[in-house]
């Protein structure tokens, strides 16, 4: 079970290195599509997949798993890849020049703050 959490984990590290790769080419909307599917991945590995592992397939207590196959640790990456996400779409309005809604900006930025 330990490969196939170590799997699901460096799929999730190598879609969030699609949605670096995406922005240093100023393809925003590509890197912020990237990020929300790493998101979801660790969400994923964080909230189903580890926690029945866990329960119903291990001796082993929480503090005792080494720190990448952790629930926490895995919590912390999906709230990263979604605020990452919500940069990519400030940086998306903000390129075009277009009328951007004030609002939306304020609340992506309070989102990406917290």
Same mark, same amino acid.
């Given at each position: 079970?330990?490969?196939?959490?170590m799997t699901v984990a460096c799929a999730a590290l &190598?879609? @969030?290195?699609a949605g670096c790769d995406?922005?240093?080419?100023?393809d925003f909307a590509a890197a912020g599509k990237h990020f929300k599917v790493a998101a979801g991945i660790w969400q994923y590995l964080g909230q189903d997949l580890m926690p029945k592992w866990? &329960?119903? @397939?291990s001796d082993a207590?929480?503090?005792d798993l080494p720190m990448e196959a952790s629930t926490r640790v895995a919590d912390a990456m999906m709230q990263l890849n979604l605020a990452f996400a919500q940069q990519m779409i400030m940086s998306a309005a903000l390129k075009n020049n277009?009328?951007?809604s004030y609002s939306l900006m304020s609340k992506l930025t309070l989102g990406i703050s917290c």
């Open positions: 079970m330990y490969e196939l959490v &190598a879609t @969030g290195r995406s922005s240093v080419s100023d866990i &329960a119903y @397939g207590l929480q503090e277009t009328k951007t």
